[in-house]
Every structure is written in C-alpha cells, then in structure tokens.
C-alpha cells in the first residue's frame, strides 16, 4: 500500500485552512488506510475528518472542519493507492500490444480492475474479479462498469482472451446484473475468430443471458504496423 501524496490543494478550502500542504503524504482518514481514490472520497464526505500526514517524515494530525459532502480542497497524485489489479489475459488484439515503442511506462500497463473501470470506462474482463469485490461494487453503488465480452461460448472466450479462467468469467457479469448494477458491453469482433457464426452465436447469447446490459457495443479489431 502507497500512501497517496498530495499534489495540490486548493486556496482558502478547509483542507488549507486546517494547514494541508502540497507534498504531504496521507497516511490515514479517521483513522482507516484508504485503499484507492473511491474510499478515500468516502471517508472525506464526512463533516469532520481527521487526516494523519508526513510531512518530510514527520508524522502530524490535522482536523478539516467543513460541511458534510462538501469538497475538502484537496488533489492527490494516484486513483489507486494499492497495487492496480494487472490483467493475466493475452489477448492478440490487446491495444496495449499496438503502442509502438518508447512511450511513458504508464501506457503499457495492461490493468483488469474494475476500479478504473468505474471511473475511468476502462474495459474489464472479469477474469480476476473476485466475490468480495462484488460485494464492494453493490454496497458502494459503484457503477456504470465496462466489460469486455468478444463471446459468450466458453470455450470460444478462453480460446480468445488465452485464459482458462475466461470460461467462467461471465459468471460475474450475470451477478452484477442480478444486483442492479448498470454494466455496458463490448465485444471486439477478429476476423476468423469471433466474426460470422461465431458473431450471431454471441449476440444471441448476450439477447438471452445478458439482455439486462445498458448498452453493447461491436467495434472491429485494430491492428497497428507495431503488432502486424
């Protein structure tokens, strides 16, 4: 867990006047280690919230008094303060795989985490998608999601995504539904392989199993000279 640095706070906030600087590091919210960006908005919706920093390595505690809901004035530097969930998929149309060479690091992170899906319209797969994290997606109302379904054959699924684990992952896509959560789909159609048959099989399945979903949408496979 990296506790998340604050990059910036606002002048004249409560998060000012309680004396946060910009370079402090947020160690806790009433005293609970946050572990990303969504429990952290959590805690700070509260009236009074008591924040433990460093400050160049000293710890301090600071009391923002503000009405509850209300923005603290504070800007930190990660949505995630724990480790992102990587993906273990090895998708051939990945467009992590189109990137050509040299870019910032940050780019070629190939994440599965539904968090950033919530709140950035990341796509997932639900391969590493686990019951607690359902559990926490329903009680925090964190919706819409994104899901990556390209089909809705077991067999077919895994043979694409190159995970056994893509057999069962929709599984949980059929859970989120049951729960209320609103969910948009995405199916990335690759010529020879989840194109014709294989294409009508899947929406036929999504009509059946997954008529729930907000929206589906079917976008062709992109291929850059990167990874031809």
């Not at 940050?106 to 319209?121: A, E, P, Q, T």
């Not at 686990?130 to 899901?147: C, F, H, I, K, Q």
Request: hydrophobic share 40%.
């Amino acid at each position: 867990m990296s506790a998340p640095v604050v990059v910036a706070v606002t002048a004249n906030s409560p998060a000012d006047r309680a004396g946060v600087q910009p370079g402090d590091r947020l160690l806790t919210i009433n005293d609970r280690v946050p572990r990303d960006v969504i429990e952290y908005q959590l805690l700070v919706d509260e009236p009074l919230v008591t924040l433990t920093l460093d400050t160049g390595g000293l710890q301090r505690e600071v009391v923002v008094d503000k009405p509850a809901g209300s923005p603290m004035g504070v800007e930190v530097d990660s949505a995630l303060f724990d480790r992102v969930r990587t993906c273990d998929n090895h998708c051939e149309f990945c467009f992590i795989y189109q990137l050509p060479p040299g870019l910032r690091r940050s780019l070629y992170v190939k994440d599965d985490d539904y968090r950033l899906s919530f709140l950035y319209g990341n796509f997932t797969t639900l391969t590493r998608f686990t019951e607690a994290d359902l559990e926490r997606v329903v009680s925090e109302g964190l919706g819409p999601l994104y899901v990556s379904i390209h089909a809705t054959d077991p067999g077919k699924r895994t043979e694409m995504l190159r995970n056994r684990r893509g057999a069962t992952g929709l599984r949980w896509l059929r859970a989120l539904l049951d729960h209320g959560v609103e969910v948009h789909g995405q199916v990335v159609v690759c010529p020879g392989l989840n194109d014709g048959a294989w294409l009508e099989d899947t929406l036929a399945g999504v009509a059946d199993r997954f008529c729930d979903l907000a929206s589906l949408c079917v976008v062709p496979l992109g291929v850059s000279r990167y990874n031809a």
